[in-house]
């Protein structure tokens, strides 16, 4: 059984020099890596919260900023929403980070929208 091949986005060191830290034989576990099975059930779960605390978090911003005048709300929807989606972006790929920067992003463009819309309807 051949090794699968390597996501695009990795860069491999040559075989003699790979390490894992705290091993004495130097002995690679790229392989195990590759092998296990995706937590697609626990991912999922995990990416609801995300969801739905991004967009909490986005209508409570809009909201608490809102409350003194309602564009200065959209304004701060606007700059922290993207500055948080920037900072997360950089770990879409990490295996148990994906799960939490995806649920997150998608919860920051719903809550984005909701607030796009309570501004549009006077609220």
């Known amino acids: ?8 986005w990795t860069i491999y ?7 894992v830290a705290g091993s004495s ?17 626990l991912g999922l779960i995990v990416s609801a919260f ?12 809009y909201a608490l900023i809102g409350s003194f005048a ?3 709300g959209l304004v ?4 922290v929403g993207p500055a948080i989606g920037w900072t997360l972006w950089d770990f879409r790929f990490r295996p ?4 939490i920067v995806w649920g997150s992003l998608t919860g920051l463009l719903a809550g984005i929208g909701s ?4 501004f549009a309807l006077g609220r």
């Open 115 to 118: 607030a796009v819309a309570l």
């Open 50 to 61: 995300g969801v739905a605390f991004g967009a909490m978090l986005m209508l409570g911003l």
């Open 70 to 72: 309602r564009w200065a």
């Open 96 to 99: 148990v980070w994906r799960w």
């Open 25 to 41: 034989s130097g002995a690679d576990l790229e392989g195990w890596r590759h092998t296990e099975p995706t937590p697609w059930v």
């Open 13 to 19: 060191a040559r075989e003699p020099e790979r390490v």
């Open 76 to 79: 701060a929807v606007f700059i």
């Open 1 to 8: 059984m051949s090794e699968p091949e390597p996501p695009a």
